[in-house]
Antibody, heavy 119, light 107 residues
Framework: EVQLLESGGGLVQPGGSLRLSCAASGFTFSTSAMSWVRQAPGKGLEWVAAIGATGGTTYSADSVKGRFTISRDNSKSILYLQMNSLRAEDTAVYYC????????????WGQGTLVTVSS | DIQMTQSPSSLSASVGDRVTITCRASQSINTYLNWYQQKPGKAPRLLIYAASSLRSGVPSRFSGSGSGPDFTLTISSLQPDDFATYYCQQSYNYPLTFGGGTKVEIK
């Protein structure tokens, strides 16, 4: 059974940093592209960043470019999102999603982790 | 960026009703269109991929159609478990974008 478990969310001050993790199991992580998708409270879904199976190719939304970095450790089956220079508008539940990539679709999603940016 | 416009943003329907949700892309996206269902406090769930392919395990009352810029999600006979918010999403190119969502409520 595919399982994705996000962690690392919490309360952080504006300008601060946070690193999210998504631990994957139940499938061959090293052959799956992955993405982070977020949802601000009461709002819709917003794609944040994507990474190819090997980690060699990444894409990110303009809203986070230069501040957020997606990466992965295939030896540990973990996906990361390093978030720097956080802003209030980054407050959201962050989901990791398997296979969420151009030409494909998000087959499995984690339960999400809440990031709150506030002073 | 490709803008995805869903309509309506919300609707009220009764159990057994036929429900149709539309999604329009700001440019042609071939059939790179996916539909997700989301319930409060839960992660999105893939229903339809590539515009019309039903994901394994999803009830057959859900169907998708369309190509190019215009797409439709249809629920043939609404069931109590279907009250949720539905999102379309294009996977044609980056940035990957979602529609604003359609909330299906009980009449």
């Amino acid at each position: 059974e595919v399982q994705l478990l996000e962690s690392g969310g919490g309360l952080v001050q504006p300008g601060g940093s946070l690193r999210l993790s998504c631990a994957a199991s139940g499938f061959t992580f090293s052959t799956s592209a992955m993405s982070w998708v977020r949802q601000a409270p009461g709002k819709g879904l917003e794609w944040v960043a994507a990474i190819g199976a090997t980690g060699g190719t990444t894409y990110s939304a303009d809203s986070v470019k230069g501040r957020f970095t997606i990466s992965r450790d295939n030896s540990k089956s973990i996906l990361y999102l390093q978030m720097n220079s956080l802003r209030a508008e980054d407050t959201a539940v962050y989901y990791c999603a398997k296979d969420f990539w151009s030409g494909y679709y998000g087959t499995h999603w984690g339960q999400g982790t809440l990031v709150t940016v506030s002073s | 960026d490709i803008q995805m416009t869903q309509s309506p943003s919300s609707l009220s329907a009764s159990v057994g009703d036929r429900v149709t949700i539309t999604c329009r892309a700001s440019q042609s996206i071939n059939t790179y269109l996916n539909w997700y269902q989301q319930k409060p406090g839960k992660a999105p769930r893939l229903l339809i991929y590539a515009a019309s392919s039903l994901r394994s395990g999803v009830p057959s009352r859900f169907s998708g159609s369309g190509s190019g810029p215009d797409f439709t999600l249809t629920i043939s006979s609404l069931q109590p478990d279907d009250f949720a918010t539905y999102y379309c999403q294009q996977s044609y190119n980056y940035p990957l974008t979602f529609g604003g969502g359609t909330k299906v409520e009980i009449k």
